[in-house]
Every structure is written in C-alpha cells, then in structure tokens.
C-alpha cells in the first residue's frame, strides 16, 4: 500500500509540474520611434559648401549612449543619431540589436570628421573602433558616406531644440 501511494504521489507531483511549466516567453520589443531632437548639417572641408541636411536624434546620457538606434526596424535617408560625449578620445562601437546597416562617422572636438566605419552590419557585435580621438559619433543609413563623398576633414555642425517644461 506504501508503495502505490508513493507511486500516486509522485504521479501527482510530476503531473503538476508538466501543467504548471509554460511555453517559453518571448518578450516582445516595441518599435523605437524617431524623434527629432535637433538638425544637423554637413560640410566639405574648410569650406561653407553644404553636403547634407539631417534630422538628428541625440543620444547623451548614458541609457542613450548604450541603447543607440536597437531595437528599430530604419531610419529616413534625412535622419541620423548623434552621440554627444564630454570627454575626447577613442571610442568602440557596435551594431548589438541594431536591425539595418549603418555607416558610423566619428569627429573631433571642433566637429571635423577623423574617421569612418562603413557599412557596418546588422546584429554584428564586432567592435567597430574609431582609430582616432572623437568626442562625437554620427550615425547614418549605411552607403550615405559614400554616396555624399564624405572625407576626414569634412565638419558639422548641428544646433538641439530647447525643450521647455
């Protein structure tokens, strides 16, 4: 009799667990829309010659900085994220939960451009280095570098929306 109340329990005790375990949960990511925080425009060289006109989002504090342009599907050809740092020096970025192509462009305290990182690809969590001091990094769809002929010494400049509260 010990033995088949034994074998009852441990019948009731595995049934339980077979319907209390649940399908795995995949977490469903909202869409990340864009928001225009700001403009930004491009220049050729030392020269006032305009190579582009963007919608820029900025990305500064650290949530932004680590979080970037994850979890969005695109981006407009007229919109880019522009990372802000305090300090200048080499910076290491990667493409983690980013879902499209971009080309990263890194610039210098006074804004001009000392290198790039073309066409970096989606998901990939390879470094992606600057090779030079930056204190800002632009990021746009991939192929625009290109595209708008872009060059170390070009230079931006941008201007942010004054929230009011």
Request: aromatic share 10%; proline share 4%; charged share 25%.
């Amino acid at each position: 009799m010990k033995i088949l109340k034994t074998i009852f329990l441990l019948a009731c005790f595995s049934l339980t667990i077979i319907a209390c375990k649940s399908e795995p949960k995949t977490i469903e990511q909202p869409e990340v829309p864009f928001t225009k925080e700001g403009e930004l425009t491009l220049y050729k060289g030392t020269t006032d010659t305009i190579i582009a006109k963007l919608d820029i989002e900025i990305a500064e504090t650290p949530f932004e900085i680590e979080t970037g342009l994850m979890y969005r599907e695109s981006m407009k050809k007229n919109q880019g994220m522009l990372f802000v740092f305090n300090e200048i020096r080499e910076r290491n970025f990667y493409m983690k939960n980013t879902r499209f192509p971009l080309d990263l462009i890194f610039l210098d305290h006074n804004k001009r451009i000392v290198s790039f990182q073309e066409n970096a690809q989606p998901l990939d969590e390879a470094s992606l280095p600057s090779n030079a001091l930056a204190q800002f990094v632009l990021e746009i769809n991939a192929g625009l570098a290109e595209e708008w002929l872009l060059e170390v010494g070009d230079k931006m400049d941008y201007f942010v929306y004054k929230i009011v509260e």
